[in-house]
């Protein structure tokens, strides 16, 4: 599979000269505003693309034609963002649950290569559905997509749980404040400490023990089906860190300003019970933000913390967020908030709160990340500023990485198991302040697709992720067609 990995490179380097970050309007349709986006794509990488097909034999090719299994899905997945459908939610559902792998990945160059090649196929996947039904098809996916279902619904027990008992009493005051500057929670704290999953492994901040890790999920998933094709096996008994995860109920997908409760509780709790040890915390996607806003409205939290490692973030929300449903669908609370310059975006990003409030490692994939955009350069939904002096780091892997392994193709959830990221996240707890390249080997940690320590096994897991959280959209109980109003504490 050398091949396809020298393809890769090339795609990666095609892109990096057709795309720049594109400039932000409020009132051009996300629909519109990916198909600019993607059309220098298709032009770059268009004869690789054909080429890498023909390195995978054809099989690939045969999947997403016109005469391919997933015809009659895909069909239903643009009549439904068409607006064509009575019940489009639940046809998209029942198609997705459908699909079965018509293909079998064998090594990890062979994955990347066919996750690569959906993405560069014409017409590319212009929604949510459409990416997670060739995924399933394609075999990317450790589980059926027909599987996730169930355990979305009945599956979210165990290292999963929300219903975790934790009696450990902390030695500082945590609820109902840490501190009379905190925003009130509007949540139990039997709620709140039962979503934290603490591991046996755990050692509760004793002396010589790795420093203690919060690992905080992302839109549609939680601590656990997050972190455990990446950092629960890369940190769990580490001399780097020691992990526990929250388990936010529903997914992430409710009021984000809930869900951030979870997190700025968590922090306080963790480090109430861990002998006063400052914590780190590491999080992927919307994971970020309602740690963002934990960090600006509970002030208590960000003495707590020595490092935020965020895993493609979106601080400015992205232009994506309704690719999720037909024009006017109902969606989750959490989707609608994370619209570019969505109310609650905005608030976020008032009075410099997207500045980082702790030392902050931000890393994220400009080629190509199906669920954030725009994620290029300074001007990606990642970009963290330094108003404070807090400390702030950036890192696109392509232009860190750039003509290497590491540097190539990497979706939102791959950023996961992308080896530079691991890395700035060991740089970061290693050093005062935040991660930097210019400590690390690049030449040996960008030659690499996966993180050493993972697998294809891993992989899958991973990229299970974002499966779990289209299906988990769908299957939301209560959708709404406008976002929750900002509350009155904040």
């Not at 380097?13 to 795309?19: E, M, N, T």
């Not at 509007?186 to 890790?213: M, V, W």
Request: with cysteine.
């Amino acid at each position: 599979m050398q091949t396809t990995t020298v393809l890769l490179a090339l795609s990666g380097l095609a892109l990096r000269s057709a795309i720049a970050a594109p400039t932000q309007t409020t009132d051009q349709p996300a629909q519109e505003q990916r198909r600019q986006l993607l059309s220098g794509v298709t032009d770059a990488v268009s004869d690789i693309g054909n080429d890498l097909s023909s390195a995978l034999g054809g099989a690939l090719g045969d999947l997403l034609g016109s005469d391919g299994v997933l015809t009659d899905v895909l069909s239903t997945v643009d009549q439904a963002a068409d607006g064509q459908l009575d019940s489009p939610i639940s046809a998209v559902l029942n198609g997705l649950t459908s699909v079965v792998p018509v293909a079998t990945q064998t090594d990890v160059s062979q994955a990347s290569a066919t996750l690569s090649s959906i993405f560069n196929a014409s017409p590319t996947p212009t929604n949510l559905y459409a990416e997670i039904a060739q995924l399933g098809a394609s075999g990317l996916t450790s589980d059926n997509l027909g599987d996730l279902l169930n355990y979305v619904e009945d599956g979210l027990t165990g290292e999963a749980s929300t219903q975790n008992i934790n009696l450990r009493q902390p030695s500082i005051s945590v609820y109902p404040k840490a501190s009379s500057k905190d925003a009130p929670y509007d949540i139990s704290e039997a709620k709140l400490r039962a979503a934290i999953y603490i591991p046996d492994t755990f050692q509760y901040g004793r002396a010589g023990a790795p420093q203690p890790i919060i690992l905080f999920p992302g839109t549609g998933a939680n601590g656990y089906t997050t972190f455990k094709g990446n950092y629960i096996p890369l940190l769990q008994g580490s001399k780097i860190a020691d992990p526990v995860w929250v388990n936010v109920p529903g997914l992430l997908l409710d009021d984000a300003q809930g869900s951030a409760e979870y997190i700025a509780y968590a922090i306080n709790y963790i480090y109430g019970i861990s002998n006063k040890r400052k914590i780190a915390v590491a999080a992927w996607s919307q994971g970020n933000i309602n740690t963002q806003w934990a960090y600006k409205y509970w002030p208590s939290t960000r003495t707590k913390v020595t490092d935020h490692i965020a895993f493609s973030p979106d601080y400015h929300g992205t232009n994506l967020a309704n690719l999720a449903a037909a024009p006017g669908e109902p969606l989750p609370p959490s989707v609608l908030q994370q619209e570019y310059n969505s109310n609650f975006i905005t608030t976020l990003r008032n009075n410099n709160g997207a500045s980082s409030y702790v030392p902050t490692t931000t890393v994220y994939s400009g080629f190509f990340d199906e669920i954030v955009e725009p994620q290029q350069g300074t001007g990606a939904s990642a970009f963290i500023n330094n108003a404070r002096n807090a400390g702030a780091s950036n890192s696109e892997v392509q232009v860190v990485c750039n003509s290497q392994v590491a540097g190539t193709f990497y979706t939102h959830e791959g950023i996961l198991y992308n080896p530079l990221g691991f890395a700035l996240l060991k740089d970061a707890l290693a050093h005062d302040g935040v991660g930097q390249t210019s400590r690390l080997n690049l030449a040996s940690v960008c030659s690499t697709y996966l993180t050493q320590g993972l697998d294809l096994a891993d992989f899958l897991i991973t990229e299970n992720s974002i499966a779990i959280a289209g299906i988990a959209i769908l299957a939301y109980p209560t959708p709404l067609t406008n976002e929750p109003a900002i509350k009155s504490e904040f």
